[in-house]
């Protein structure tokens, strides 16, 4: 029963690969996010999509491609990859409008090598 | 754009000791106030949350929030800490519409035995 689930938990792949990473959400919600967090343990949106509709693009590569094929999923497609894409990338899902809080995934640690 | 200052990266405490955590925010005519918390290799939690109404907030694990609007402040409080309290905390902050949650850069508590 959990609530936002990501796939794969760990993602270890060389420079100049294509990966993806998969966000799911059961409860509900009409939006959903993700997030980059560097190794200094600090955490910043990338994209946000509500009903499908994307609603937040902060200043990311355009090699990061994100999906959403209905309001319960939201992927991540990177192209390309560089040594500076290793993070742990967090999906989280809220509703727009209410109590604002957001829940998160357990984290998807990329490594590029 | 919403900003957050945690001002200590790292706060050791003694086991059973109080501890206090700060965040400062950038002013503005709403905000919704969050505490996260990430334990080790795992995602954020939420801890608890300011929206409107009594300003001084509690969690089910004995932490508490007091939103301060005079000193745009939101800092988290524990009378006694436990091992199990060793995490990284992060505070966060939205503005009301389609606005993200901007998180501070963590603070680290380290609980000593």
């Known amino acids: 029963d959990t609530a936002v689930s990501q796939t794969p938990k760990y993602l270890v792949t060389q420079m100049g690969n294509d990966k993806s990473i998969k966000c799911e959400q059961n409860l509900g919600h009409d939006t959903m996010y993700w997030y980059k967090q560097d190794s200094k343990k600090f955490l910043k949106i990338m994209f946000s999509y509500n009903n499908k509709e994307l609603i937040i693009n902060e200043t990311v590569p355009n090699r990061f491609s994100p999906k959403s094929p209905d309001k319960a999923h939201l992927n991540l497609h990177i192209n390309s990859l560089e040594l500076g894409d290793s993070a742990v990338y967090f999906c989280a899902s809220s509703n727009l409008v209410g109590t604002y809080e957001q829940y998160f995934g357990p984290g998807t640690r990329l490594t590029v090598t | 754009a919403q900003s957050v200052t945690q001002l200590d990266s790292q706060v050791p405490v003694f086991e059973e000791a109080p501890v206090e955590l700060r965040c400062n925010y950038s002013s503005s005519v709403s905000v919704y106030l969050f505490w996260y918390v990430q334990y080790p290799n795992q995602g954020l939690q939420l801890l608890l949350k300011?929206?409107?109404?009594?300003?001084l907030v509690e969690s089910i694990n004995g932490f508490e929030a007091e939103f301060n609007k005079s000193q745009t402040s939101f800092h988290l409080r524990k009378p006694s800490v436990h091992i199990s309290d060793t995490a990284e905390y992060f505070c966060?902050?939205?503005?009301?519409?389609?606005?993200?949650?901007?998180f501070g850069k963590g603070t680290r508590l380290s609980v000593i035995a």
């Open positions: 966060a902050v939205r503005g009301s519409g389609n606005t993200p949650l901007v």
């Open positions: 300011y929206l409107s109404g009594s300003t």
